[in-house]
């Protein structure tokens, strides 16, 4: 029996072939897609290390030692001191990492008040990082080098001595400064640096050269260890940063990451409070884990579609070859063959080229992905393992039944039905009724991905191809019936090519099973472009509004007025620089953005239509301008509070920068008085951002009346009192400054309050929080899509006008500065030269470049291998469909063309037959694509588990779909015309 079977297989060995290659495709898919994902997982660990920061990729373990000097400390817990130096190598005990030792505290003598200190740091082979300006770096005890704006800033160069002295910090409200505790000492400044990369992954996490105080970029000194040794102190900051580079945090590795990160916290603990730890590997981690899975959310859904796609194909062909040999079914059964017999003879054909698909499949599925990941992911391998075949007998399985059920009808069927040459009508009622129970559970599983809010799990994960796929029979039932209505008018009409072409498809039992299987093979493809050009252009609106610019240059500490300032030095006209603030955001607050709005439109990225937003900067009044190294307030005071004094304070912004002055002008006296002071920044003019009048902590109901003369213009006064009528200057009557703590302010009124906005998404308030922290009354002027860099809901506001209603002096931490794609190449040459420090340059490329290399974006490749294999068996199945009808079809073609039929009839009936069904099939498959994408394509996690808070788009772009359905066309209806033409030469 074995051997007649296999006799069988090599008799039609060509349709033997066919099963077994449309086997192979649909175990490849499930073989394919665990093996993609491991391949996937591997790459989304390598980018994700690959793009991440310094901070995200290093460890740090921090050990304060307490004073050890007699008397200062108490001497049990200077012995329970962690000492790094001993025990930091035994704790961070991760392999892989590469140690830093460093050490640092606060010195007072280098600038001129004690609110700011001088970080006085040893770091391990600090010079091998520190490029030298001027002179040399350390090399023997009581050698320092300092920072470049240090120098400048005081004058300093090598060759110069300074005397430096241990410094701790007195928190106490009535000092909050720097305490000199230790004797001072001598240091020769020997060079003057800037830290060759500040990003690098050596510096840890100890932010060196970020916001540091007095309102600048930190510029620590450096010295030799013998240096900071020998220097009288007290508590000292001990430091151990390990930093590792991406071979050791691939996939494999992370377990050991993970669990010598446990380790280190665990020690960490049980050796006490004294020793911290500061990582942001656990960060990284976490967005690893997303990225994977994301990927493992989204492979699975059209691998699904694509193995649903394969059996059906395996369906079509089985039935197809089935009823070819009906005649030879009807010949076994004469002969008297037992039951088991025929199944074995009609099945044995079919399941000998199902083992040999699926052992072909195995093998085809991991070099599909082998070759794939060798083209996309290069250098990290697919990592092939036994894993990958978990679901090669599933899929065999489902093979296997599926080529029973198309045999099932044929085999119980009598003997006499088996002759006849017409096949029997199906069962239209037992048809629809399994098409029926497949809609409902496209309908449950379509309900499940809704209610669990698009959980692509259980259920969920098969509602796209059920959705396909019931869309698919219901496209079939409609476009063959209407192809035997097009056939009789064709017919009526004398258009015999045509009407032939057309009885051919809609008479053939297997030309409903054919158009299904296109047109869900079209589906797919439609679906794989669906899903590959949304996620692409949502990317890109991630990069570019999400960056927010071509390039977003983040800037130390500066003040606002003196961010303006040096851009617009850089940039008079706004074409390609504009000054970027990030105001202070809170939880029930929208994040704003105040920009300098003349360059919104040249180097904003708005991902499409500039809005027109000309009403944020509406015309304003001149600013109060005060000049002279020297200033003074001619202000009276009258019905002051008896023991309630009034403190004023004035606030002031230089014309040109770099940071805002606030000056206490002490309490008010009664009468008429000058209140004078120093302001050396303001001999160029600076502007009178605010007057501050506040009682003293713990005061209430405090009273009075004060006058500020020589001051004309409009003003605005804030909660506390009114404005009262002034016949010199501006008055102002104090009601209540109870549960004011700030007190109250006065200020120019040279800007429009409330603030003119532009607000995106439901950001509608009242008020947001302004460049000081205080509620700034807003008005909304335009509406937008996005706020660039923030998305929706967000506010965008104009950067001076916000400046000059706020009221504090502090300088802004989140400058920025954008650039648009024209910006010159030394713009950030440019930029320092005007005295900003620049900390980070993010690109809205380089942001792109992250994205792709990110889980969602590496699994949407997999779609792209999945309409490869999708198309691969639409055309392997119109080989099948035209190798089974070949015969048949010559002997119809041939009589008829021996009735008359002319040869060029002829001709356009054999060769355009399956093209035209192509054609048909591809166009439904696309429309089903677009249902199915609009049902269930939202749910996919094209941005990740947690979406950016932008305008990302939801549906693909028509010439996508266009671009996919032809593709798909030309190649099926390629294949189709090569099989006609080979049925064309056979006919006589």
């Known amino acids: 029996m074995i051997a007649l079977v296999l006799a069988m297989v090599w008799t039609r060995r060509g349709q033997a072939v066919t099963l077994a290659l449309l086997t192979m495709f649909g175990v490849a898919a499930a073989v394919a897609a665990p093996a993609y994902l491991r391949a996937a997982d591997r790459a989304v660990a390598a980018g994700q290390v690959a793009t991440a920061d310094a901070a995200s990729r290093s460890l740090t373990l921090i050990a304060r030692q307490h004073d050890p000097r007699p008397g200062k400390s108490n001497p049990d817990a200077v012995k329970a001191d962690v000492k790094l130096t001993e025990t930091g190598s035994s704790l961070a005990a991760i392999p892989g990492f590469d140690y830093v030792y460093a050490a640092e505290y606060a010195t007072l003598g280098v600038e001129p008040t004690d609110k700011i200190r001088t970080r006085f740091v040893y770091r391990q082979d600090a010079c091998a990082h520190l490029t030298m300006t001027a002179g040399r770096c350390i090399i023997g005890e009581s050698d320092v080098v300092i920072g470049e704006q240090t120098a400048q800033r005081r004058h300093l160069a090598p060759g110069d001595e300074i005397t430096l002295q241990y410094a701790f910090y007195n928190s106490d409200p009535r000092v909050a400064a720097f305490v000199a505790d230790g004797t001072p000492k001598r240091f020769l400044i020997t060079g003057v640096y800037h830290a060759t990369d500040a990003g690098d992954a050596y510096w840890g996490r100890h932010n060196y050269f970020g916001a540091d105080t007095g309102g600048r970029a930190g510029e620590p000194a450096f010295v030799t260890n013998a240096s900071l040794t020998g220097m009288d102190h007290g508590a000292v900051e001990l430091s151990l940063d390990g930093s590792t580079g991406p071979g050791a945090l691939t996939v494999d590795r992370l377990p050991a990451v993970r669990d010598g990160l446990a380790r280190v916290q665990a020690r960490a603990t049980a050796l006490g409070t004294g020793l911290e730890v500061d990582t942001g590997i656990p960060d990284l981690l976490t967005r690893i884990d997303a990225g994977r899975s994301a990927a493992h959310r989204i492979v699975p859904v059209l691998a699904v ?84 075949l978990r679901w090669a007998p599933v899929a065999a399985l489902a093979a296997v039944v599926t080529a029973l059920l198309a045999e099932r009808r044929q085999l119980g069927r009598p003997v006499a039905e088996l002759l006849r040459r017409v096949p029997p009508q199906a069962r239209v009622a037992s048809a629809i009724a399994a098409e029926a129970v497949v809609v409902l559970l496209a309908v449950v599983a379509v309900l499940q991905l809704i209610v669990s809010d698009g959980g692509l799990d259980g259920v969920g994960t098969f509602a796209t191809g059920l959705v396909l796929v019931v869309a698919t029979l219901v496209a079939a039932r409609l476009l063959l019936p209407w192809a035997t209505v097009f056939a009789r008018r064709q017919l009526r009409d004398g258009r015999l090519a045509a009407a032939v072409a057309a009885f051919q498809l809609s008479r053939r039992p297997g030309g409903a099973r054919l158009s299904e299987l296109l047109t869900a093979a079209g589906a797919v493809v439609g679906y794989a472009a669906c899903a590959v050009d949304v996620g692409a252009r949502g990317r890109e609106v991630q990069a570019g509004v999400g960056t927010g610019a071509a390039r977003v240059v983040a800037v130390g500490p500066v003040s606002r007025q003196g961010l303006l300032s040096a851009v617009h030095a850089v940039d008079a006209t706004g074409a390609f620089a504009m000054a970027v603030v990030r105001l202070p955001a809170s939880k029930d607050q929208p994040p704003v953005l105040a920009v300098d709005v003349r360059g919104l439109k040249a180097v904003a990225n708005w991902g499409g239509a500039v809005p027109d937003l000309r009403d944020l900067q509406p015309a304003a009044g001149a600013p109060v301008v005060l000049r002279g190294a020297r200033l003074s307030l001619d202000m009276t005071a009258a019905g002051l ?75 605005r006064l804030s909660a506390g009192g009114e404005l009262t009528d002034a016949a010199d200057g501006v008055q102002a009557e104090i009601t209540s400054l109870n549960g004011l703590p700030d007190g109250m302010f006065l200020q ?241």
Request: proline share 7%; with cysteine.
């Open 748 to 988: 120019p009124a040279d800007v429009p309050d409330p603030l003119p906005v532009a607000i995106a998404g439901d950001a509608v308030r009242p008020t947001v929080l302004g460049l000081d922290g205080r509620a700034q009354p807003i008005a909304e002027k335009a509406r937008i899509a996005a706020v660039p860099g923030l998305g929706a809901p967000a506010v965008l506001t104009d950067l001076d006008y916000a400046d000059r209603a706020s009221t504090d002096a502090d300088p802004s931490t989140t400058a920025q500065v954008w650039l648009a794609p024209a910006a010159p190449a030394d713009v950030l040459t440019r930029l320092r030269d005007q005295g900003l420090v620049v900390t980070s340059d993010i690109r809205a490329d380089q942001v792109r470049s992250q994205l792709d290399k990110q889980g969602p974006a590496l699994a949407l490749w997999f779609y792209v291998i999945v309409a490869g294999l999708a198309v691969a068996l639409a055309a392997g199945a119109l080989i099948l469909a035209a190798a089974v009808d070949r015969a048949r079809r010559i002997e119809d073609l041939t009589a008829l063309r021996g009735q008359g039929l002319a040869r060029s009839a002829v001709r356009r009936a054999t060769l355009w037959t399956y093209p035209v069904l192509v054609g048909a099939a591809v166009l439904a498959g696309t429309a089903i694509a677009l249902l199915g994408w609009r049902l269930t394509g939202w749910a996919l996690p094209l941005a990740g588990l947690t979406p950016p808070a932008l305008p990302l788009p939801s549906a693909p772009r028509p010439t996508t779909m266009l671009g996919a359905a032809a593709a798909a066309f030309l190649i099926l209806a390629g294949v189709a015309v090569l099989a006609g033409r080979r049925t064309l030469r056979a006919i006589r």
């Open 641 to 715: 509070t008896a023991g309630k004094p009034l403190l004023a304070t004035v606030t002031l912004a230089p014309v040109g920068g770099p940071a805002d002055l606030k000056v206490e002008l002490g309490e008010f006296q009664g009468g008429r008085h000058a209140y004078a002071f120093d302001a050396p920044a303001c001999a160029d003019g600076c502007r009178l951002k605010a007057l501050q009048i506040a009682g003293r902590q713990g005061s209430l109901d405090l009273t009075g009346r004060f006058t500020v003369h020589a001051l004309t213009g409009r003003w």
């Open 305 to 388: 579609s694509l193995v649903l796609l394969a059996c059906l194909t395996i369906y079509l062909a089985v039935g197809y070859g089935t009823e070819g040999r009906r005649p030879e079914l009807a010949v076994v059964a004469l002969r008297g063959a037992r039951w088991g017999q025929r199944w074995w003879l009609a099945t044995g054909e079919n399941l000998v080229a199902i083992l040999a698909g699926t052992i072909l499949g195995c093998v085809a599925g991991q070099l599909i992905v082998d070759a794939f990941a060798a083209w996309r992911f290069p250098g990290l391998g697919a990592d092939p393992g036994l894993a990958a």
